[in-house]
């Protein structure tokens, strides 16, 4: 393993045969990697400088490399794609969930952002495409299903409960206890949405979302502009499929958190190859990911107050809803 160099050091050099041991020293094990399949789909850089890279992802893409993904990851492809060795996202956005991921260009940037978001100090937005007409989806109870009613209706509603995702387990789910999970939702889709095309802006006065992170309000990103709400052709979606459009604001950040709200309203995101059931691969096996079918879930805006500069900034994400079908590349 020595004579091959495929023991390195933190900063990529090989570790020398007769070189001496030194207490502490981390290094890194190079193995080969198993062939990986494309994951079709490009990553639109909405925002970037000296500190930070926002990027805008397509559904099935890993964030960070874990288990079998490790090539087709957003880390991996940016940090080729930008020259970025440093580059790492500071929060979390699940493989199947298309939208907005923020990264820092290096280490020394990377704490004082990711405070933010581990103390919630930052705003995020989501749409949903959802099943509003599945017979197969119900509330999990009569006050949900008077919550859904609200929904359905335009109101906004906010869902709390208590969310446990066990270890082995593919679903999360609902338990008695004092709730760990909250998210605002409001129906939104209109015939006048008009789709965003990923931008970046200092926030000012205007965006009421933005202005609260500084002041301590409890603005909602829910009531964003048309051009925020991020649809394309959703009227006829909407009047023909049973679909509604739902804008969500998660005030946690549990795992599948907004899914399983969403599911337990009756309200199952169209795509989902979890909620309300598990889409199996194979009899027992994992879920079945299909990429004709993406999961209709789109993190479309996030606010925050530039820790190292002060400024309040917002962005919003490229990508629009519905979410299209994975194309794979020619030949493949």
């Known amino acids: 393993m020595l004579a091959e160099g495929r023991c390195r050091h933190d900063d990529g050099t090989p570790v020398g045969p007769a070189e001496p041991y030194r207490p502490r020293t981390a290094l ?49 492809r940016l940090r080729d794609e930008l020259g970025l060795p440093e580059l790492q996202p500071v929060h979390r956005l699940d493989r199947l969930t298309s939208g907005l991921v923020v990264c820092t260009t290096e280490r020394r940037w990377r704490g004082a952002y990711q405070m933010l978001f581990q103390r919630r100090d930052v705003r995020k937005r989501y749409l949903a495409l959802v099943l509003a007409a599945d017979a197969a989806a119900a509330p999990a109870d009569a006050a949900r299903d008077r919550l859904r009613t609200r929904l359905l209706a335009g109101e906004e509603i906010e869902v709390c409960s208590r969310i446990r995702k066990r270890h ?15 998210t605002r939702m409001r129906r939104v889709d209109r015939p006048d949405a008009v789709p965003a095309r990923g931008r970046s802006a200092d926030a000012t006065g205007a965006d009421a979302a933005a202005e609260a992170l500084s002041s301590g309000r409890s603005a909602s990103m829910l009531t964003g502009s048309a051009e925020d709400t991020a649809v394309e052709g959703l009227p006829g979606v909407a009047s023909t499929a049973g679909r509604a459009l739902i804008a969500l604001e998660p005030h946690t950040g549990r795992t599948h958190q907004l899914r399983v709200h969403l599911a337990s309203l009756g309200l199952p995101i169209a795509g989902d190859p979890l909620y309300p059931t598990v889409r199996e691969a194979w009899p027992g096996g994992p879920p079945a990911d299909d990429p004709a079918h993406p999961l209709q879930l789109l993190a479309v805006a996030v606010a925050l107050r530039d820790p190292v500069d002060g400024r309040l900034r917002r962005f919003t994400a490229r990508r629009t809803l519905p979410v299209a079908p994975a194309q794979p590349r020619a030949g493949l």
């Open 28 to 76: 890194w094990i190079v193995r080969d990697l198993p062939a990986e399949p494309h994951v079709p789909g490009a990553l639109h850089v909405v925002h970037r400088d000296e500190r930070l890279v926002v990027v805008d992802k397509p559904p099935f893409l890993a964030t960070i490399p874990r288990g079998s993904h490790v090539r087709e990851t957003l880390v991996a």
């Open 168 to 182: 082995g387990v593919w679903q999360a789910e609902e338990v008695p206890g004092d709730p760990n999970a909250i």
